[in-house]
């Protein structure tokens, strides 16, 4: 996580810098730092918290200089302190960081030894003072940066400026993104195009290992062994407006009231709408008829897709699918062989442990198919095939219309998977087909529950501790409700699958304690009122995410129904997403919480 962005211009750069940090904000806010070279002499301004605060340090102590690097933050090594605000700099250069130093113990001691004095918690001003080390042995900027370079271990993405050197900016990439952008008779670097689109849309990704050197003409690149390479230019499709919050307060609204538009345009992309049939705009990177399983590995909210992924794609392709989140998977040595292949979700393509499942299962052989969001993301490129899922930007931390359109693109991958074996007949592909096309219709339906909801939610913000239950594919959506409320009320939720309730979690169940269960009326349906009637029996208060029918068949006093539109129950969790989220948006504005941008989080997880 972390964003970083340099420019090494003619106009001064300080503001751009800001305007770039501004599109990388949704990778950290615990701090944000800018550093340029006015007059040959390095400058810095940092200040702790939102960038905000370093925008307003700007106005009072404005920084010159043509040449510059920016940071914003989340921490990893030291508090979120101004003095451990990035850029770090010794008296030769300045240099911010996206990742983490792995060895940075033992260079610091070995550097501390040589007299170098550290004034920072971070790894990273350990990079400074090793370019610094080997530049006071006599090296220039760049030998100095490629002599550093191999001893780092872990992963970065780094950008450099040299005190006295106004015509350089190196930046160098292990693990975690970073892009080249090209202007006219300037240069810049970003962790991503979307950074950079107010400047360029002319963009070249480095690969794992490369480092490159700008200057105001131009880049050379060198790989690992320090060899000259040529990396392609490409157009990047990222916006250059500042994405805006349309009407809505906040971009969580926003993205919420989306998801109508944004899964038909996925599933557009998908369908063949007038045949009834999915119509994959990709060639699978498998035989699906030949397979023998499918390993999905996944994060967060991505992983909680993958987990209804697995229900549709065992139901409707008859295939067993095993699953793990990422940081597990990518460790447990899981044998692998050349018949199954491997499914990764990612919003951002850019998850660390996610790649490192990507690169396991290839390097076993595995074929790798991934559904991401952002088509230039390092998982996109490095996947045999990408599924894209036509989400737009997703800006708030939570994520809502990303998890939408990758249950849409599993969905569709099911059914694709299940025809090539055989296992669905084109009449139930058409029925199944008719369902996903009613999906965004539902959707815009259930947004109008909206008011309701807002009063559930006032309740709901005095609680301590919430439940979520479900069965079935209801189950991995009760995870996110619970994951959503967490991550931006900090109310403690807990997601079950209904079933397993009375193996522990009942004990928990009292007067106190809301326990919201998402029940579309479904083929275990009959199955989740049991386990709702053991609630209520000991006095557990209900808040029921269901449609009319099944709230009345329950017969159940509940403290609250949210009624949900009837609907087919193959792809309810799609439309029962949106109550879900809309719940924990209400309950967290209604705390008066930072929705978009909730404490320790960031939106793109570069390491483990
Ligand atoms: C929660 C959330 C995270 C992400 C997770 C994976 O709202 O957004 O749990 O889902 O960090 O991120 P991606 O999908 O970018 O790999």
Known sequence: MCGIVGIIGREPVAVRLVEALKRLEYRGYDSAGIATLASGRLERRRAEGKLRNLAARLETEPLAGVVGIGHTRWATHGRPTENNAHPHASRRLAVVHNGIIENFRELREELTAK????????????????????????????????????????????????????????????????????????????????????????????????????????????????????????????????????????????????????V?????????????????????????????????????????????????????????????????????????????????????????????????????????????????????????????????????????????????????????????????????ERELVSDLIAVPGLMAEATKREPQIEQVAAALSKASDVLYLGRGTSFPLALEGALKLKEISYIHAEGYAAGELKHGPIALIDEEMP?????????????????????????????????RRAANEAAIDFQAVVAMPDMAPDFAPIVYAVPAQMLAYHTAVAMGKDVDQPRNLAKSVTVE
């Not at 963009?203 to 050197?213: F, K, N, Q, R, S």
């Not at 996610?354 to 952002?374: E, F, I, M």
């Not at 994520?399 to 669905?424: N, P």
């Not at 998402?518 to 269901?546: C, F, H, W």
């Open 264 to 428: 038909g345009r996925t599933l557009a992309h998908y369908l063949d709408m007038s045949n009834g049939c999915v119509r994959l705009p990709f060639e699978l990177p498998f035989d699906a008829s030949k397979m023998t399983r499918v390993t999905l590995a996944a994060c967060g909210t991505a992983y909680y897709a993958g987990l209804i992924g697995k229900y549709w794609i065992e139901r409707y392709a008859r295939i067993p699918v095993e699953i793990d989140v990422a940081s597990e998977y990518r460790y447990r040595e899981a044998p692998l062989d050349s018949s199954g292949v491997m499914i990764v979700v990612s919003q951002s393509g850019e998850t660390a442990d996610t790649l490192a499942c990507l690169r396991y299962a290839k390097q076993q052989g595995q074929k790798v198919l991934s559904v991401v969001n952002v088509a230039t993301s390092t998982i996109a490129r490095e996947s045999d095939a990408a599924a894209l899922t036509l989400a737009g930007p997703e800006i708030g931390v939570a994520s809502t219309k990303a998890f939408t359109c990758q249950l849409s693109v599993l969905a569709c991958l099911a059914i694709a998977i299940g025809r090539a074996r055989g296992v669905l007949t084109p009449e139930r």
């Open 515 to 547: 326990v919201i269960v998402i029940a579309p009326y479904d083929s275990v349906y009959e199955k989740t009122v049991s386990n709702m009637q053991e609630v209520a029996a000991r006095g557990g208060r209900i808040i029921l995410i269901a449609d």
């Open 115 to 262: 007299g170098h004095v550290f004034a920072t918690e971070t790894d990273t001003e350990v990079v400074a003072h090793l370019v610094t080390d080997e530049m006071d042995g006599g090296l220039a900027a760049e030998a100095a940066v490629a002599a550093a370079l191999p001893r780092l271990k872990g992963a970065f993405a780094l950008a450099f400026i040299f005190q006295g050197e106004n015509d350089l900016l190196i930046g160098a990439r292990q693990g975690a993104p970073l892009a080249v952008g090209y202007g006219e008779g300037e240069m810049f670097l970003g962790s991503d195009a979307l950074a950079l689109a107010p400047f360029t849309d002319s963009i070249t990704y480095l690969e794992d290992g490369d480092w490159a050197v700008l200057t105001r003409d131009g880049v050379s690149f060198r790989n690992a062994a320090g060899e000259t390479v040529s990396r392609a230019r490409q157009r990047s499709q990222a916006s250059a407006f500042l994405i805006d919050k349309g009407n809505h307060r906040h971009f969580m609204a926003k993205e919420i009231h989306e998801q109508p538009e944004v």
